[in-house]
């Protein structure tokens, strides 16, 4: 079983910074995209941004130029900072992990989800 704990959320004032940190634990033979989603009030959950396990980012349209992932696969931990906050960006943000476990016919894929972490950007 993997297990992924998020951190790093809080309440901060418009144009503010936060770091959320997402920490992958339990057995995991191969980890390759990580990312984080989030979901406000009334709304889809929405991709944020997403890194691979080559380092390869990508972002929605919505934070870019503000927001930054990074991983460290030593850590097996992902990473966002947030900057320049706005209210728009106030949700729950969750982790994401695919894992790839070995099987006799190759590798199999399985997505795992953290509880999420609570950002909420004051005007």
């Known amino acids: 079983q993997v297990h992924l704990v998020e951190s790093g959320g809080g309440l901060v004032q418009a144009g503010g910074s936060l770091r959320l940190s997402c920490i992958a634990s339990?057995?995991?033979?191969?980890?390759?995209?990580m990312g984080w989603y989030r979901q406000a009030p009334g709304k889809q959950r929405e991709l944020v941004a997403s890194i691979t396990s080559g380092g390869n980012p990508n972002y929605a349209n919505s934070v870019k130029g503000r927001f930054t992932i990074s991983r460290d696969n030593a850590k097996n931990t992902v990473y966002l900072q947030m900057n320049s906050l706005k209210p728009e960006d106030t949700a729950v943000y969750y982790c994401?992990?695919?894992?790839?476990?070995?099987?006799?016919?190759?590798?199999?894929?399985?997505?795992?989800w953290g509880e999420g972490t609570l950002v909420t950007v004051s005007s």
């Open positions: 994401n992990a695919d894992v790839d476990f070995p099987k006799s016919t190759g590798w199999e894929g399985m997505d795992y």
């Open positions: 339990g057995y995991i033979p191969r980890l390759n995209t």
